[in-house]
């Protein structure tokens, strides 16, 4: 099988499969995206998405972590 008929000239997804929604920046934590630019990576020309990548990583202090969940309850157990 030829794997060159599947390799695309196109900017790939920053996805890293950590896939929360940060509840207060309302991009998500992995890839920093928005949920809107998620959903229309698909369909974005890849201007649009050099554009979206060109503004990651200047999101990166707007999605700071969160103090619930399993990492906060082990630290109050005595």
Known sequence: M???IWK???VESPCIKICVIHPEARLC???LRSIDEITAWSR???D???AVM???PAREGLVKQRRGGRAARLKRQP
């Open 44 to 46: 974005m020309s890849n």
């Open 2 to 4: 030829n794997d060159d």
């Open 29 to 31: 934590t992995g890839c």
């Open 54 to 56: 060109a503004e990651l």
């Open 8 to 10: 695309r000239d196109e």
């Open 48 to 50: 649009a998405r050099r």
